[in-house]
């Protein structure tokens, strides 16, 4: 008689919750590997070298620092490295992704629709401190047009005027609000950035 096949066992992640073997492929592999390093550590040998390797790095660097501070009169060397590590902790997101500092720059574009009719959506007032809903109303008194604060295909707010008044706007903008230069207004044209100035 044939023997009753046994089912296979997977060890599943505890943290992204693929299989262990399948973890490299996931989104969360850094998140991953200190939980495979202690219950799959057969699978991953790389990950036992890389961190026996962090750790001896981690150790010379703490060597290195309390005798760079029991050097200096001032302990200033290990405040410098502390503040270093701090400002990659803002600038790092959870998965490893880096949160990049928007520059403050006003985004003016024409679209096209039903062939003649046009609408010129602004982007990135806000950046410099405008509400946009003020910004809304005052450009469509101005204009004449109607004007309102959508979302925008990258879930940000934007303004977006009945009308092609691209070029006046520019005008416009810098006369009303002075806190935002000329130099920071840009137009987007055949699919290009196009400084107002």
Do not use: H
């Not at 969360?28 to 962090?54: G, R």
């Not at 405040?79 to 003016?108: C, D, N, T, W, Y």
């Not at 047009?145 to 005027?161: F, L, M, N, Y």
Request: glycine letters at 8%; charged letters at 30%; one cysteine or more.
């Amino acid at each position: 008689m044939a023997e009753k096949p046994q089912p296979v066992r997977v060890l599943y992640c505890q943290v992204c919750s693929l299989p262990a073997e399948y973890c490299e492929f996931g989104s969360d592999f850094e998140k991953c590997k200190p939980w495979l390093i202690q219950n799959a550590p057969d699978l991953y040998p790389d990950l036992l070298k890389e961190a026996d390797s962090k750790e001896a790095d981690k150790v010379a660097q703490q060597l290195q620092s309390t005798a760079l501070s029991s050097g200096s009169a001032d302990g200033s060397a290990p405040s410098g490295g502390a503040s270093a590590s701090k400002q990659e902790e803002v600038k790092r997101l959870p998965g490893g992704k880096i949160k990049r500092k928007e520059k403050q720059e006003v985004v003016i574009e024409k679209i096209v629709r039903n062939k003649r009719k046009c609408i010129t959506t602004v982007k990135g007032l806000e950046l410099f401190g405008i509400k946009l809903s003020d910004a809304s109303k005052k450009l469509g008194k101005k204009f004449a047009t109607g004007a309102s604060v959508v979302k925008g295909p990258t879930e940000k707010e934007q303004i977006d005027v009945q009308g092609d008044i691209a070029y006046d706007i520019v005008e416009f903008i810098t006369e009303t609000w002075p806190d935002v230069p000329e130099t920071a207004i840009f137009f987007i044209e055949d699919g290009r950035k196009v400084a107002a100035a």
